[in-house]
């Protein structure tokens, strides 16, 4: 089942698509990064699937429900806003037991203490009002999963945070894998590539790619070489009427960049033009890409 | 002031509540950090709180306050 | 869930000093309404020796013209600057997102919050009633419970309506500015529509004046039905049009 799945999902406002069309599949139990820079309809589409806002056109269905239908659906899932809001005459500790009491949680003591530790605020007697960015975004993921929610949902759940507190956060929701559902959006193409199994990229309202990791570099992987030799011109001469060589350039003074059709036979069949061409072989690399790559590939050709 | 002397038994209950809840206002005020205070500096707080008797309070935890809600106070 | 939410607002009230405002002002003018009534001729008296200015004596009724005109006004003012914020600064602050992102029946959130205000007030009103009878019965002993207790009654009715009108008004602004826009351009059309006389009967507004003119003379529960009735259907419609807005509304 998807946790996740909305069909032609939009939401326009006056006569700006904040989305548009978006058809969003997020299966149980990955770590789904929603990706996108400010102002791509991040915001929107998670306003849109906690029933925040109401859809222009279109449906979206969480954990099997239409939520357009009931929102009972909304006590399964654990939400952090971008910029969390709390009431701030309360301490942490009475401002979840306000959340565990409101999600019907029965003996919640005990719960409550360990998110507190988790989120390291057990210490801490002031009132939230006191409390930096920094301590506000722990209380809002304590608070999102204090109720044990099968779906996390987090807005930008990095961006407000130092290096420490971004790596801790990420772990965090990484140590979530196979227990929880997880939909996070960032703009930081660093905190998809650590922990996520799965990404959609939506740019300018639009949906431009929803696939896992593992077909992401499978399909777009270049197949790219690196070799070092002492007879580059010579090797190049060889290699150009081959027909699984694709492109070739000299790099440096004796490095060559080669793409192959096929990784294996190239893999194979060089060492041997090698040795019967009588040509030394200094450096062997193989190119894998890197995310940075085919998020820019993508994002930029529109997929 | 002869008006005071007669009556002062029945008077005295009224301005019993409006010190205790002055006094209220003024420990709130006290045990507040700076920066949850809105508007005006502590001691003008303290001033406010006095001269407008049973209302300086009033005014005070409805308009002296920030962050009782929420973050954009 | 509405209890577990009201518990939430009586820890808000403790905690942000809300409790404090409305008990401390509610038992200051019970009290001080009939020592009012009761000194201020004398008071005034007392000013000007060199000229005689005739003053009636006060009668027990001055008591509970003083309660009913302070309620009115300073307490009326009080009130609605308290509750006024209720829904809508939760909505300025980003924290009714949140709530209602938990899966929160939002109408009850909105009955809660009314309930707990409604319940809060008459609690306070009865305490100041039962304050500025105990007072008025010392420095008038002819004082009439009756009398004193039904007008207290009715402006009961009518603070419900009050009560109505700031939670519908909260549940429609999205800031506390918004709201007191709302509500008093509704209280005053009201306050205007007072004057023609085919809507006087069935008027909220026209409440307070019937409670002076019951302390004035005598108590006729008889010909404030129609009132009564209008005012309680308003009420309603006001509660549920302002839940029913609020549980649609994108946050």
């Known amino acids: 089942m998807l946790a996740i799945k909305t069909e032609g999902l939009s939401k326009y406002f006056n006569n700006k698509k904040a989305v548009e069309d978006l058809n969003l599949q997020v299966p149980e139990g990955v770590i789904f990064g929603y990706l996108g820079p400010n102002g791509a309809g991040k915001t929107t589409t998670i306003r849109l699937l906690l029933s925040l806002a109401k859809p222009t056109k279109g449906r979206a269905y969480i954990l099997g429900e239409n939520i357009s239908k009931s929102r009972n659906y909304l006590k399964k899932i654990g939400f952090l806003p971008e910029v969390p809001s709390f009431y701030n005459f309360f301490t942490a500790k009475e401002f979840l037991n306000f959340i565990s009491d409101i999600s019907g949680m029965v003996k919640p003591n005990k719960k409550i203490e360990e998110m507190l530790q988790l989120v390291e605020l057990n210490k801490e007697k002031k009132r939230i009002g006191t409390y930096s960015r920094g301590m506000k975004q722990r209380l809002g993921i304590a608070q999102a999963i204090l109720s044990d929610p099968p779906l996390l949902i987090l807005d930008e759940p990095t961006s407000a945070l130092d290096p420490e507190g971004r790596k801790e956060t990420l772990d965090l929701i990484a140590s979530f894998k196979g227990q929880k559902t997880v939909f996070f959006s960032t703009h930081i193409l660093g905190d998809v590539e650590k922990i996520c199994d799965m990404v959609g990229i939506i740019k300018e309202g639009r949906l431009v790619l929803n696939d896992s990791i593992e077909n992401l570099k499978k399909s777009h992987s270049k197949r790219t070489l690196f070799i070092e030799v002492d007879k580059p011109k010579k090797l190049m001469e060889t290699l150009q009427y081959l027909n699984w060589v694709e492109e070739m350039s000299p790099v440096n003074k004796n490095g060559i960049i080669l793409q192959v059709k096929d990784l294996q036979f190239a893999q194979k069949s060089l060492p041997e033009i090698l040795s019967k061409e009588n040509i030394l072989l200094n450096k062997w690399e193989l190119k894998e890409p890197t995310l940075e790559d085919i998020f820019l590939e993508v994002v930029h050709n529109g997929n | ?73 | 869930m509405v209890t577990k939410l009201m518990k939430k607002e009586w820890n808000e009230y403790l905690k942000t000093g809300k409790f404090y405002i409305l008990l401390f002002v509610f038992i200051f003018f019970a009290i001080l309404s009939p020592i009012t009534a009761k000194f201020m001729p004398e008071f005034i008296k007392s000013l000007s020796q060199e000229i005689t200015i005739t003053v009636p004596p006060p009668t027990w009724r001055d008591s509970f013209v003083q309660f009913s005109k302070n309620l009115n006004q300073i307490v009326f003012i009080v009130i609605v600057l308290v509750f006024l914020g209720s829904v809508a600064e939760e909505k300025n602050h980003g924290t009714a997102s949140l709530v209602a992102a938990k899966g929160i029946d939002r109408r009850k959130w909105v009955f809660s919050k009314f309930l707990f205000q409604i319940l809060f007030s008459l609690a306070m009103l009865t305490i100041a009633f039962f304050l500025c009878f105990y007072y008025a019965k010392l420095l008038f002993p002819e004082t009439q419970f009756y009398l004193a207790f039904s007008s207290t009654v009715l402006f009961a009715v009518y603070l419900f309506f009050i009560l109505t009108l700031t939670i519908f008004s909260s549940s429609i602004g999205n800031s506390m500015l918004q709201s007191a826009g709302i509500f008093f351009a509704i209280f005053i059309i009201l306050n205007i529509l007072n004057i023609i006389p085919q809507v006087n009967p069935y008027n909220p507004m026209t409440l307070p004046s019937i409670e002076n003119q019951w302390i004035a003379s005598k108590v006729a529960w008889g010909n404030t039905i129609k009132p009564i009735i209008s005012t309680v259907l308003l009420s309603l419609i006001l509660i549920f049009s302002g839940a029913a807005y609020f549980h649609k509304q994108e946050l």
């Not at chain 2, 002397?5 to 006094?23: D, E, G, M, R, T």
């Not at chain 2, 045990?31 to 707080?45: A, F, N, Q, T, V």
């Open chain 2, 1 to 73: 002031m002869e008006f005071i002397v007669k009556y002062w038994a029945y008077l005295l209950p009224v301005l019993i509540i409006q010190v205790v809840f002055q006094i209220i206002a003024l420990v709130d005020l006290a045990r507040r950090p700076r920066e949850e205070i809105r508007g005006l500096s502590k001691p003008l707080w303290v001033v406010i709180i006095i001269i407008f008797e049973i209302l300086g309070p009033v005014i005070y935890f409805i308009f002296g306050k920030k962050y009782d809600a929420g973050d954009k106070n």
